[in-house]
């Protein structure tokens, strides 16, 4: 799976995410971390004060971090994370909760103050593997209001066939 086809998925859903994250294929990675140019390559990210509130989140509750706010977002994750920083985060909660690469063996975690570590996928494919069998399996799916929602359950389950060594899945 590639990040291209989460897009497309997220797309078909919310076609304001296109301009929310600024979606343009054969953009420069000059300004991003190496491990993050199949992600940046191809978008902005979102930045925290867009007008598109529900184009926001690519996962609920998380937002592709913009380019703009990148370096200022990674510097702020190792200020309040140490001890990993090896970790490039790449989705944000606004909350000091973060989706990182570990840059020294391609694994994906999520990082949170109240969980610590958590190991959610061997590598970035794996990952976006997920995120688009939740949109394509109906786990992610718009709320009433047109905000990005979650089948716990549903994405858990999903989660945990494609990543079957990570726990996270089954907690």
């Excluded at 994750?77 to 490039?88: A, D, K, P, R, S």
């Excluded at 989706?99 to 975690?109: H, K, M, P, R, T």
Aim: with cysteine; glycine share 8%.
């Amino acid at each position: 799976m590639s990040f291209a086809e989460v897009v497309a998925s997220v797309l078909e859903q919310r076609p304001d995410f296109k301009k929310a994250a600024g979606v343009a294929p054969g953009k420069s990675c000059d300004d991003v971390p190496s491990p993050l140019a199949s992600i940046y390559g191809s978008v902005d990210g979102t930045e925290q004060g867009t007008e598109f509130q529900t184009a926001v989140d690519i996962v609920p509750g998380f937002r592709l971090i913009h380019r703009r706010e990148l370096q200022e977002e990674i510097a702020l994750f190792h200020q309040t994370y140490t001890g990993i920083e090896n970790f490039i985060p790449f989705l944000a909660d606004g909350s000091s909760c973060y989706i990182a690469l570990n840059d020294s063996d391609g694994s994906v975690v999520r990082v949170a103050q109240e969980y610590g570590l958590s190991r959610v996928a061997a590598n970035l494919e794996d990952f976006w593997a997920t995120v688009l069998a939740c949109y394509q399996e109906g786990a992610y799916f718009l709320d009433d209001e047109g905000f990005l929602d979650y089948d716990f359950e549903g994405e858990g389950d999903i989660g945990l066939r494609i990543n079957p060594d990570c726990s996270y899945w089954s907690e």
